[in-house]
C-alpha cells in the first residue's frame, strides 16, 4: 500500500484518497498534488519515488519536468514585459527581431505566437538530434523557416516553437536571457520551485520521468482516451505534416527528457521543471488578482481570457486558448475546475490550473508519463474532488 505524505484538511480525504488510487493503476510512479488559496497552503501530498528504480523517495519540494504545463509560466514573462511596456502584444516581433522578419513571418504579433496563430507550429526540415540544445542553430532556424499556414488564419498548437520563438523575444528585447527573467520577475517574488534551465548542480534532486506501464485491465481503468489514438493516426497519416513534425521532429524532443543536456537546455515551451507546489502557488497567485503579480486586471484579463472552441489544425480537437493559457471545456479530459478555469496540461500528465470562481490554484506532477493529449484520467480524478475545499 502507497503512503502518501504530507498535510491537508479533513475536508481534502476524498481528494488524497483519489490520489493513493492512482497508486494502484502503477505502484511504482511517483507523483505529487498541491492545492492553494489566498496565498495559504490548502494541501500539498506526494507518494512513491522519484527515481526509476525506486530507490529514491519523493518529497515536497521534488521537481519533475512538466513538458506544456509550463507554457503559462512562459506567458507570465511575457505579461511582465507588456505590463512594463517593452513589448505590445499586437506589434510584429520582426518590430524587435528584424531577423524574424523573412519567409512570411514578417507580420506575425507577439499575440498570434501566444495564441497558437502564427503558423509556427513544427519546423519544415528534418532536424538532427543535437540541434534543439543550440540556441543558436534554434535562432537561425526560426529566422530562416516559414508559417504553414497564413498567420491568423486558423489555430494551430505549437508544442516547441512557441517557447523558442518567446524566449529569442525576451532576449532580444532585454538583453538577457529568458530563464534569468522568469527568476526575477516571477520565481523568485513568489518563491515558486520551478525553474527553466536546471544548473547541472541541481539535477540530481530532480525525478526522472519514464513511460506510465499498465497490464491491460489497468490501461481500460485508466484509458488515455480517443483523443490520443486521433494525434497517432494524424501523425502516422502525413509523415511530413505539421503534425508529425511538430511532435517528432528531431526525435530527441521526447527521447532524452532525462538527459544532462535536456534538463539544462532552453525549450521553454517543454522543458519546465516545477514541483506540484511551485506550480500551485503560481496559480493561486493569479486567483489572488492581478495585483498580487504585479499587473493591471486589464493585462490578467487579456492573457487569461479564452477564446470560443476552435478546431486546432495541429492537434485536431476543439480548444480554447487565451494567450499561452487553455481554457476550460465540458468534457473531463479538458475541465480546469470550472467554466472560467485556465491553466495548461502536460504531456504524461502533469496538469495546473486556477478556478477564478474558488479561488483555487490546482497542481499535479507526476514521473510516470501517461498518453493522453489533454488532461490525463489520474489528474482528472483528482480535480473531480476539489469542491469540498471550495468550502473551507
Given at each position: 500500500?502507497?503512503?502518501?505524505?504530507?498535510?491537508?484538511?479533513?475536508?481534502?480525504?476524498?481528494?488524497?484518497?483519489?490520489?493513493?488510487?492512482?497508486?494502484?493503476?502503477?505502484?511504482?510512479?511517483?507523483?505529487?498534488?498541491?492545492?492553494?488559496?489566498?496565498?495559504?497552503?490548502?494541501?500539498?501530498?506526494?507518494?512513491g519515488?522519484?527515481?526509476?528504480?525506486?530507490?529514491?523517495?519523493?518529497?515536497?519540494?521534488?521537481?519533475?519536468?512538466?513538458?506544456?504545463a509550463?507554457k503559462?509560466?512562459?506567458?507570465?514573462?511575457?505579461?511582465?514585459?507588456?505590463?512594463?511596456?517593452?513589448?505590445?502584444?499586437?506589434?510584429?516581433?520582426?518590430?524587435?527581431?528584424?531577423?524574424?522578419?523573412?519567409?512570411?513571418?514578417?507580420?506575425?504579433?507577439?499575440?498570434?505566437?501566444?495564441?497558437?496563430?502564427?503558423?509556427?507550429?513544427?519546423?519544415?526540415?528534418?532536424?538532427?538530434?543535437?540541434?534543439?540544445?543550440?540556441?543558436?542553430?534554434?535562432?537561425?532556424?526560426?529566422?530562416?523557416?516559414?508559417?504553414?499556414w497564413?498567420?491568423?488564419?486558423?489555430?494551430?498548437?505549437?508544442?516547441?516553437?512557441?517557447?523558442?520563438?518567446?524566449?529569442?523575444l525576451?532576449?532580444?528585447?532585454?538583453?538577457?536571457?529568458?530563464?534569468?527573467?522568469?527568476?526575477?520577475?516571477?520565481?523568485?517574488p513568489?518563491?515558486?520551485?520551478?525553474?527553466?534551465?536546471?544548473?547541472?548542480?541541481?539535477?540530481?534532486?530532480?525525478?526522472?520521468?519514464?513511460?506510465?506501464?499498465?497490464?491491460?485491465?489497468?490501461?481500460?481503468?485508466?484509458?488515455?482516451?480517443?483523443?490520443?489514438?486521433?494525434?497517432?493516426?494524424?501523425?502516422?497519416?502525413?509523415?511530413?505534416?505539421?503534425?508529425?513534425?511538430?511532435?517528432?521532429?528531431?526525435?530527441?524532443?521526447?527521447?532524452?527528457t532525462?538527459?544532462?543536456?535536456?534538463?539544462?537546455?532552453?525549450?521553454p515551451?517543454?522543458?519546465?521543471?516545477?514541483?506540484?507546489?511551485?506550480?500551485?502557488?503560481?496559480?493561486?497567485?493569479?486567483?489572488?488578482?492581478?495585483?498580487?503579480?504585479?499587473?493591471?486586471?486589464?493585462?490578467?484579463?487579456?492573457?487569461?481570457?479564452?477564446?470560443?472552441?476552435?478546431?486546432?489544425?495541429?492537434?485536431?480537437?476543439?480548444?480554447?486558448?487565451g494567450?499561452g493559457?487553455?481554457?476550460?471545456?465540458?468534457?473531463?479530459?479538458?475541465?480546469?475546475?470550472?467554466?472560467?478555469?485556465?491553466?495548461?496540461?502536460?504531456?504524461?500528465?502533469?496538469?495546473?490550473?486556477?478556478d477564478?470562481?474558488?479561488?483555487?490554484?490546482?497542481?499535479?506532477v507526476?514521473?510516470?508519463?501517461?498518453?493522453?493529449?489533454?488532461?490525463?484520467?489520474?489528474?482528472?480524478?483528482?480535480?473531480?474532488?476539489?469542491?469540498?475545499?471550495?468550502?473551507?
Amino acid at each position: 500500500m502507497i503512503e502518501v505524505q504530507g498535510h491537508w484538511p479533513p475536508e481534502a480525504e476524498p481528494l488524497i484518497e483519489a490520489f493513493k488510487d492512482n497508486f494502484s493503476h502503477d505502484s511504482g510512479q511517483g507523483a505529487a498534488l498541491a492545492v492553494v488559496r489566498d496565498g495559504q497552503v490548502l494541501v500539498s501530498a506526494w507518494a512513491g519515488s522519484r527515481d526509476k528504480a525506486g530507490n529514491k523517495p519523493w518529497c515536497e519540494d521534488t521537481c519533475v519536468n512538466i513538458f506544456s504545463a509550463g507554457k503559462p509560466l512562459v506567458a507570465a514573462l511575457i505579461m511582465t514585459l507588456v505590463e512594463r511596456g517593452e513589448l505590445a502584444l499586437d506589434q510584429p516581433i520582426s518590430h524587435y527581431w528584424p531577423g524574424f522578419s523573412g519567409n512570411g513571418k514578417e507580420l506575425i504579433s507577439v499575440r498570434q505566437v501566444l495564441a497558437h496563430r502564427s503558423g509556427m507550429s513544427a519546423f519544415h526540415s528534418r532536424l538532427k538530434d543535437p540541434v534543439i540544445f543550440d540556441p543558436d542553430a534554434i535562432k537561425y532556424l526560426l529566422e530562416y523557416d516559414e508559417p504553414w499556414w497564413r498567420p491568423d488564419s486558423a489555430q494551430g498548437y505549437s508544442p516547441f516553437l512557441y517557447g523558442w520563438i518567446l524566449a529569442e523575444l525576451v532576449r532580444q528585447v532585454t538583453g538577457e536571457s529568458f530563464s534569468d527573467l522568469f527568476n526575477r520577475y516571477w520565481a523568485e517574488p513568489l518563491g515558486l520551485n520551478a525553474i527553466f534551465g536546471v544548473p547541472e548542480s541541481q539535477q540530481g534532486a530532480l525525478a526522472d520521468v519514464a513511460p506510465l506501464k499498465r497490464s491491460a485491465q489497468q490501461a481500460g481503468a485508466i484509458s488515455p482516451g480517443a483523443h490520443s489514438a486521433a494525434l497517432g493516426q494524424l501523425m502516422k497519416a502525413d509523415p511530413r505534416g505539421v503534425v508529425n513534425r511538430a511532435f517528432a521532429n528531431p526525435a530527441s524532443l521526447m527521447g532524452s527528457t532525462n538527459t544532462r543536456a535536456w534538463r539544462s537546455a532552453c525549450i521553454p515551451a517543454a522543458n519546465c521543471h516545477a514541483s506540484a507546489l511551485g506550480l500551485a502557488q503560481f496559480y493561486g497567485a493569479l486567483a489572488a488578482g492581478a495585483e498580487r503579480v504585479g499587473l493591471s486586471a486589464a493585462t490578467l484579463a487579456e492573457f487569461t481570457h479564452a477564446r470560443q472552441a476552435e478546431l486546432d489544425k495541429v492537434l485536431g480537437l476543439a480548444l480554447r486558448f487565451g494567450l499561452g493559457f487553455m481554457g476550460s471545456q465540458a468534457s473531463r479530459d479538458c475541465l480546469l475546475g470550472g467554466p472560467q478555469g485556465y491553466g495548461h496540461p502536460g504531456a504524461g500528465g502533469s496538469v495546473g490550473f486556477t478556478d477564478p470562481e474558488t479561488g483555487l490554484g490546482f497542481a499535479y506532477v507526476t514521473g510516470r508519463l501517461g498518453q493522453s493529449v489533454l488532461i490525463d484520467p489520474r489528474a482528472q480524478r483528482l480535480i473531480a474532488q476539489l469542491a469540498p475545499l471550495a468550502r473551507v
